[in-house]
């Protein structure tokens, strides 16, 4: 029994009682003396406040509901009860709240925030599809910190829906082709056939008849703008099956021609591959060495290609730091005379540079193995969810994006889930494994055979260097196979495997034996791995901390000509630069050794964790470095292959981002990005010469407001469909929002499963919704119980019982006196 104190300052007041009590004891000598002193003590004791906490499990026979029901127009594709039987089934066996979402928004989120952490249980009848207000995401997110279980009841599919999207950049370069991407979704995965039609400013540009399987279909389109100004770009399909709603099958993208961006290369080859791809893309000044002072101040974009240090003066350095301090962009290429080959350690140009010039320190080398517990006893005691959702939020922890993950899960035997080692660094193999982890099941079979389960994480260790990491998350039911399992675990512990039990405890019987004593407690101390065991409760989420693995590189630099060969990986593929790119299977063979920043960002690395290309913020102005070679590099041609095909996107994406804005700073620029019927479009206007600001819409004047030097904005709402115009500058806006996402939503399966909810079809939902609900309230609470009243009787036990004895012996010695009395006067 644990025992803590409320007012341990109250403690003190031992001391005066303790001084008086034996300067007492000198003078008188008196048993009396220390009965009080006792008393006294037991009463300070009760002063502060002692308690100790028990663990009461607390059992909601009928749990609170919230049931969201969406009924937004996207829905009109499922049955129009869909939620209502539902409701009426809980809210007569339980306290159950509804809440109805209508219109042409859906804010999902906004209800999972407003409900969650008020003791409810909350139950989604919805495709899952949030477009208004909170990320739904993150809503769920903060559900599951607060141990609010959400429940998602997908309804049935009515009636199929098609929508048709032109995804691109707005603002394009003249005479480049420009890439576009048409988006088709369906609500349904069967095969649907529809004709495409593609209208470039108005005219028929392209047709053809598609025949789609997959929930999307994604249509690349390339296009050439030969004139400057607005034009647009509008696809239409017309589906020759079932198909609900017509607005959404046509849409609209305006864009505006600008004039090629200005960008300065200094290099020594200018017929280098890189050279020739900025050529065809940009308006480009190719200097061999620096242009001199003041005339990059033109140019959109700085870049050096494989440059010494000392072909750059101090004075030089300067002016590139100010250019970009000031809104201009840099690029700096790798190469042999670049770098680490170019002496950039500790110079002036490193200060503004996203890496170091040394080698970098390969983060990463982590092999994890999550062991997860499948078995009956999982279900039937309500730790299942806590299983799962445990081991989800341990595959989103930052410090796992380098590592290398692996997922096995035992019931009656055990199973390798994700099929060996995943790398974690690309963010689809991380939704791979929490989709993999969501879907789990329990085994028919009673055993819990944790022992087969360590043995195949025995087996996936074999070979591996690096940092190796078990986590075991179970409910503990491990008595049938806890032999086998210490001497399974005591064979990965000696390989310098470090082992963490993470134990949900239940009223599962079989977690602890006779003395009730934890199997798993025990597992772990036959280990000597003590302080690797937690015990959380149902509801809970563990604490696991994953320390940066570091392991430092062969201290001599291996030469160009060994580098070898480098498969290269989109470490953060949602990036502007990356998100249009697929590096599979490219590699390069050679690199500059380099160390990232911090601050600076990681896009795309090699296989063993090394930085290829790396960005970040300097000042105003944006900087790249790209630490491979320009394609020929003097005959090293490290990368040639990034400058071919479509593998240069990489390099046109990472100049456009270096760019920044491609508009050049004159005139007036106007930007507003197109929008959706009903969501407003945020207008930004920069006035570069002087003169009154005047812009109208569709011929109606618009109110801007002054919010920066030069730079005026305004929100526009148009109310029709279409391309409007803003004093020559166009705007699309489209179908509402509510129409684009047409379906289930499936990704927001696996954060449900995290809350400790489920997924069900309707008819499941009236079947088990209200039995996982009691079951999930079903909780342990420590609650403090406090001990002032025992402390109290004792002291009232003490006083009176001193009292008593005092009493009968002054009667005793009465009774005494007075028999001595009565014979004196017998005698007499």
């Known amino acids: 029994m644990n025992i803590a104190l409320e007012s341990p300052e109250m403690l003190l007041l031992t001391i005066p009682v303790l001084i008086a009590g034996f300067y007492l004891l000198r003078k008188t000598k008196t048993k009396l003396v220390e009965w009080r002193m006792l008393v006294a003590l037991l009463l300070v004791l009760a002063l502060a406040s002692p308690y100790t906490t028990v663990t009461r499990t607390i059992n909601e026979e009928d749990p609170s509901l919230v049931l969201v029901q969406d009924q937004t127009a996207s829905m009109g594709i499922f049955p129009e009860e869909t939620g209502t039987d539902l409701y009426e089934a809980l809210t007569a066996n339980t306290p159950t709240t509804l809440v109805q979402l209508t219109g042409e928004k859906t804010s999902i989120g906004d209800a999972v925030t407003q409900y969650s952490g008020l003791g409810n249980q909350i139950v989604l009848v919805t495709d899952g599809n949030n477009n208004a207000g909170k990320d739904l995401t993150k809503a769920l997110e903060f559900a599951r910190d607060t141990s609010t279980p959400v429940y998602l009841v997908q309804p049935e599919l009515e009636t199929n829906d098609l929508s048709v999207e032109v995804l691109g950049d707005k603002t394009v370069v003249v005479d480049n082709q420009n890439e576009f991407e048409i988006v088709v979704r369906q609500a349904s995965e069967q095969s649907v056939s529809y004709f495409l039609e593609i209208f470039v400013d108005g005219q028929l540009s392209q047709s053809r008849q598609f025949t789609q399987d997959a929930r999307n279909n994604t249509i690349p389109i390339n296009q050439n703008f030969t004139t400057l100004g607005a034009h647009n770009i509008s696809v239409k399909i017309t589906p020759s099956g079932e198909d609900l709603n017509e607005i959404n099958n046509e849409f609209y993208k305006s864009l505006y021609v600008i004039p090629k961006p200005k960008l300065t290369l200094v290099t020594g080859e200018t017929g280098s591959p890189l050279a020739k791809v900025l050529s065809n893309l940009y308006k480009v000044s190719v200097v061999n060495g620096y242009p001199g002072a003041g005339n990059i101040t033109d140019s959109k974009v700085l870049v050096l290609d494989n440059q010494f240090i000392n072909t750059l003066s101090e004075a030089e350095i300067r002016e590139i730091k100010s250019y970009v301090s000031n809104g201009g962009g840099l690029i700096v290429i790798g190469g042999d005379r670049a770098y680490n080959y170019g002496s950039y350690l500790n110079s002036s140009l490193e200060e503004v540079l996203p ?280 005959g090293t041609q490290w990368s040639s292959v990034l400058y071919n095909g479509s593998n240069s996107r990489l390099i046109s994406g990472m100049t456009n981002w270096a760019i920044g804005n491609p508009q050049a700073e004159e005139g007036a620029v106007v930007e507003a990005p197109d929008t959706w019927l009903g969501t407003p479009s945020d207008l930004t206007l920069v006035m570069y010469d002087e003169g009154i600001p005047q812009l109208k819409l569709n011929g109606a004047r618009l109110d801007l407001a002054l919010t920066g030097r030069n730079t005026y904005e305004t929100s526009i709402n148009p109310k029709n469909i279409g391309i409007n115009d803003i004093s020559g500058y166009p705007l699309a806006v489209n179908y509402p929002l509510e129409y684009l996402e047409v379906g289930l939503n499936k990704d927001i399966e696996s954060l449900i499963v995290a809350t400790g909810g489920k997924i069900y079809t309707e008819k499941e939902a009236r079947a088990l919704l209200l039995k996982d609900a009691r079951q999930n309230s079903e909780r342990e609470s420590n609650e403090p119980v406090s001990l002032k009243m025992y402390l109290l009787l004792a002291a009232l036990v003490l006083y009176l019982g001193e009292v008593l004895v005092r009493r009968l012996r002054e009667m005793k010695r009465l009774k005494q006196s007075q028999g001595e009395t009565g014979a004196g006067e017998v005698a007499t």
Request: hydrophobic share 35%.
């Open 355 to 634: 890496v170091i010039s040394k080698p970098s320190e390969f983060r990463g080398g982590r092999n994890l193995v999550l062991i997860l517990d499948v078995s009956p006893s999982t279900v039937a005691h309500g730790t299942q969810a806590d299983i799962l959702s445990n081991a989800i939020r341990i595959l989103e922890n930052d410090n796992l994006k380098d590592a290398n993950v692996g997922i096995i899960a035992f019931g009656n035997a055990a199973y390798d889930v994700s099929g060996g080692f995943v790398f974690m660094g690309l963010p689809h193999n991380l939704s791979l494994l929490k989709e993999k982890v969501s879907q789990l099941t329990p085994t028919n079979q009673t055993e819990t055979s944790l022992d087969q389960g360590l043995g195949i994480t025995k087996q996936m260790f074999e070979g591996e260097d690096g940092e190796l990491d078990a986590i075991i998350i179970s409910d503990g039911g491990i008595e049938d196979s806890y032999d086998q399992s210490v001497q399974t675990a005591r064979e990965l512990r000696d390989m310098g495997v470090n082992l963490y039990f993470i134990h949900i405890r239940s009223s599962a019987p079989s977690q602890t034996d006779k003395t009730r004593n934890f199997y798993a407690e025990k597992l772990m101390q036959d280990l000597g791995l003590e302080g690797n065991y937690q015990h959380i409760n149902m509801g809970e989420r563990a604490n696991i901390i994953f320390e940066e693995t570091v392991e430092s590189p062969d201290e001599e630099e291996e030469e160009i000509e060994d580098l070898g060969s480098y498969l290269l990986l989109e470490y953060s593929p949602d990036h502007f630069i990356t998100k249009s790119v697929n590096l599979t299977s490219t590699t390069i063979t050679g690199y500059n050794q380099v160390t990232p920043k911090a601050g600076a960002e990681r896009l795309v690395i090699t296989v063993t964790g090394q930085p290829v290309l790396t960005t970040w913020r300097f000042g105003l102005g944006r900087v790249a470095a790209f630490t491979t070679d320009n394609g020929e590099g003097g």
